[in-house]
């Protein structure tokens, strides 16, 4: 690297040469090759089989690679480094590309932000080019769950690295390899109260100073400078994946936003019903066929077909294939699209009825299309020792577990603090593809508080199943930047972003709505007392009234992207 510090790497060369040249940068061990959904990255045999060499290097202060690792910091400088360094060995022809999910699409953005010589084009999977809202919401809420243990997994990484080198000490490796085996535990403290974390994770108080997406974030951000990205991009996420709705929009952001004309031309999108770490498509409570799979779908031919037309130049590579390529679930069926958002979106919405007992799902609460006549207030009781439980979603857990993804609702929509709204059983069915968001007129007794939608389609049988949510820090209603405090007794029109989804609800099913004020671990729970979570104790929390108001004054809204065709 250019301040002398040595960074280590495999490199795989296929016979012949030179060839244009794959990186892929991670912090997570380069011999690691199942490190972080194997399933959709492209099988490293097919690469090189197709004339790619392949380069897998250890991020700065992570396993063989010098330095110290501070999340993002190093990683765009370090990224133009070692393409630099790729297109100067006698097997590279000079011409670059990269390809990774998670963190490895982070380090991909970050390289790209920095328009390096060479780089033609890039892959990432499962990310989000802003480091803010890759631990917060967009709604400003913390995702709890992955910050927890994405931070306690990387410093048992690094005290495993440094009792292997001789300097490590055993009784950090034990504390922190129990805090992964009893998550749970450790999920239940507060930030304030992560005292292991503070002890081992060097960037830990750092991040909890800064709440808000200030400067400190923007400039770590390189969904900042996409201006300065200059090359294709291959989006690829999951309906159920942390990343959906930043992987989609990062897509349209850069069909408008990339420094090429050829970049904005060049970008392409593939979402399928996969979650952060698995992309069969198969779940406990739910199943969406062979076909659903990233590898009998044969992501790996994606890549190699966005790559020859990058790299090689092959223009006629992509020839028959679609920009974007969606699982629209319920028909659980592939389909091509010519762009994103879908170019004949209608968005409908999807007006709160009731008399105001919407509380559980044996309440009367409705959604019809028809604005309401009548005005009424549902009311519920957030008390954050005991927030409503996630069930699946979008959580950093294996599928296995039944705790990610479309799992069934119905266990949280008996409680009282959980309002439901739900449409009559459909006579016909409704395609909703594209990005939801839920418009709310809200009063709550405290000065902050959260308010989180969720989007669930009903079966015949009853069963509840998630398919997508999103909350809303009441503080962060006009700015991440620059939070406001509610007014006690206030009336508020606030917006929530429920990210993307691609569902067809059959006939007999209903549309149902859900509203409450926690989703724990999935996020943090808000104290509710306005002041600054990250230092307070769940003794100092108070307990909140929120108000749901719907009416002619009032008409809280779910808004669908619905497909009529």
Partial sequence: MRDGETLAADVYIPDGGPVPTLVVRLPYGKNNTSALGIAVNPDIHTLLEAGYAVVRQDCRGTFASGGTFTPLADEPKDGVDTI?????????????????????????????????DGLKAMAPAMTTPDLYQAWHTAGGAVSWHNFIFWNTYMALSEAQRSLSGGTGDPQAVAELTEAIVNLDQSLELLPAEQKLLAKYVPWWSEWLQHPHRDDFWAQLSPADQLSAVTVPALHIGGWFDLFAGETARSYTRMKVEAGTAEAREGQRLIMGPWNHLDQSGLYHDRQFGLTSDAFVMNITGAYVSFFDRWLRGQVD??????????????IDQWRDEP?????????????LHGAGRANTSEGDGVLRTDPPSEAAVDTYVYDPSRPVPSLGGRIMLPAALNAVGPVNQEPVEARDDVLCFTTPELDESIEVTGHVSLVLHVVSSAKDTDFIGKLVDVAPDGRATYLTDGILRARYRRSLADPELLHPGEVYEVTLDLAVTSNVFLPGHRIRLEISSSCFPRYDRNTNTGGN?????????????????????????????????
């Fill in 317 to 330: 590579a992509l020839d028959g294939t679609a920009p974007v390529r969606i699982f629209v679930m319920g």
């Fill in 84 to 116: 630099a360094w790729v297109r100067e060995q006698a097997w590279c022809n000079g011409t670059v590309g990269s390809y990774g999910p998670s963190y490895l699409g982070w380090t991909q953005w970050a390289s790209g932000s920095q328009s390096p």
């Fill in 533 to 565: 979570i990250n230092q307070e104790s769940l003794e100092e929390a108070v307990i909140a009234v929120n108000n749901i108001l719907h009416g002619p004054e009032h008409p809280s809204r779910l808004i669908l992207p619905v497909i009529s065709r």
């Fill in 339 to 351: 762009d994103w958002p879908l170019p004949d979106t209608n968005y409908v919405d999807y007006f």
